[in-house]
């Protein structure tokens, strides 16, 4: 059975006004991503990587063209509900963890289902459960600063998986990140794709962790080239 598509981008365009000068980061821009898909988005610095990401994220919308995330249109939605859509279906990893820092790793996790109205109990068990799951589990009461780079990403792992999404989106994951530890946080990735089932986009520019992808979506001044 062919697989559908989850997100589908067509003809994007994100065009910034820099004073009396326009900036094209997307120029009608196409690609699609197929579920249960594990796809790397790779290119240059300037090449449009960050724009795509919060265009398929939810995090911006386009000047011009549509995302069909999940078959709903993105592109004409308002911020609130982008919101929403952003809470219950993607789950975000970014380079700088993100995590805030007065918090434990416990409750860093417990944020995203307070927005989404789920019960104390049931936050704190998922919680636990996924710290457990990225080998946290003697953890869970620790702030970030007293956590090392690689156990902070494995919170913010923890943390993109707190509403059960469907889509996860990496920016950069393993950038501040020894190789050695970058490996376990690419072993996760893949285990979330084959064992249970989830969707990654990865941006990267480094080409062998883009080996780990099942595709590889190369993209330069804002269109993807192959």
């Not at 000047?63 to 911020?79: Q, R, V």
């Not at 690419?186 to 990654?200: A, I, P, Y």
């Amino acid at each position: 059975m062919k697989k559908k598509a989850i997100i589908r981008i067509e003809g994007v365009w994100k065009t910034y006004k820099m004073g009396e000068v326009e900036v094209h980061a997307l120029r009608g821009m196409n690609f699609e991503v197929k579920k249960g898909e594990f796809v790397a988005i790779m290119g240059p610095s300037g090449s449009g990587k960050s724009t795509a990401v919060n265009m398929v994220g939810c995090l911006d919308v386009p000047t011009k063209g549509n995302i069909f995330l999940d078959g709903k249109n993105i592109a004409k939605m308002s911020e609130s509900q982008l919101a929403q859509i952003r809470g219950r279906k993607i789950g975000f990893i970014f380079q700088q963890f993100n995590l805030i820092p007065s918090l434990t790793a416990k409750r860093n996790i417990t944020l995203p289902m307070i927005f989404q109205g789920v019960s104390y109990e049931k936050r704190v068990k998922r919680a636990e459960k996924l710290l457990r799951l990225v080998d946290l589990g003697d953890r869970m009461q620790h702030k970030p600063s007293e956590m090392s780079g690689g156990q902070q990403q494995r919170v913010a792992i923890a943390r993109s998986l707190a509403n059960d999404p469907e889509v996860i989106l990496a920016d950069e994951p393993t950038g501040n990140l020894d190789s050695e530890t970058g490996k376990k946080v690419m072993d996760f990735l893949r285990q979330l794709n084959k064992k249970e089932g989830k969707t990654v986009i990865m941006v990267t520019h480094d080409p062998k962790l883009a080996k780990v992808a099942d595709r590889i979506a190369h993209l330069k001044d804002g269109v993807i080239i192959k």
